[in-house]
């Protein structure tokens, strides 16, 4: 007897059951949906999450409050991610939301379970949906970008493949990324404009850097056009170093690291002629 089949359905009639569904359609890059294919769906216990270190780490309980009541009336639209480890869930993408239903006193929440990701693989989505947020501060994309780059061991590169950020924007969030943390805090309270900490970096190392530090941190400095004029002011009133005060300062160097007055003389004459 023959096999009988199913009659054949266009592709335009064929229902499709898609996990991603509700997801904010910027988030719902190529290389998110690739990653978070497989995941199931399910309603999680709050308490049963575990939340570690995020890209964000900047929160406004009022913010929080009003998004988790916002949430209580209208539902969660956008899951949470979540990855199983072992017994136990631990959170990739969500933590605001999260904290808004957690400050509520909400107890469950619809959840997206991954399971077997690498780090890097977490990671690529958790920086993913963080960047997809307008409100997300350069400082915590910064240290996101550059977490992710002492975890992979990664170019580069490589992190704007896996990231889809031009590379001049992740050589610039690394810069970022190795500042001093009182400036990044700093930066984050002030809402100052990365190109001042950019700018200040390039400087070099004098006690004026240390003096334009000294107003970024206490918020007197948050645009570049400021830092600009300030730079300009400074260059002027600095006083230029005269090219005897300069030999003769190199001179001292020299003779407290070489003992051997043959050397002496000869460092000597070479400068000598370098000035003439």
Known sequence: MAKEFSARVSKRERKVTDITVGIDEKILRANDQKLLRGAQLATIALNTIVVRDQVRTKFNDESLRELGENIKVNGLIQPLVIHREGNKFVLICGERRFRAMTLIGMEEAPCFILENKTKEELMAIQFSENQAREDLHYIDQADSIYGYQKLTGTSERKITAALGISKSEVHRCLMIAKLPRDI?????????????????????????????????????????????????????????????????????????????????????????????
């Open 184 to 276: 990044k805090e700093a930066a984050k309270t002030f809402n100052t404009e990365k190109y001042v900490l950019l700018e200040w970096n390039e400087l070099p190392k004098n006690e004026f850097k240390e003096e334009i530090k000294g107003r970024i941190l206490s918020g007197d400095i948050t645009k570049r056009l400021q830092l600009s004029r300030l730079i300009s002011q400074l260059k002027i009133e600095k006083p230029k170093k005269k090219k005897d005060d300069s030999v003769e300062k190199l001179m001292k160097v020299l003779k407290t690291q070489m003992k051997d007055p043959k050397l002496q003389a000869r460092a000597k004459a070479l400068m000598a002629e370098l000035i003439n």
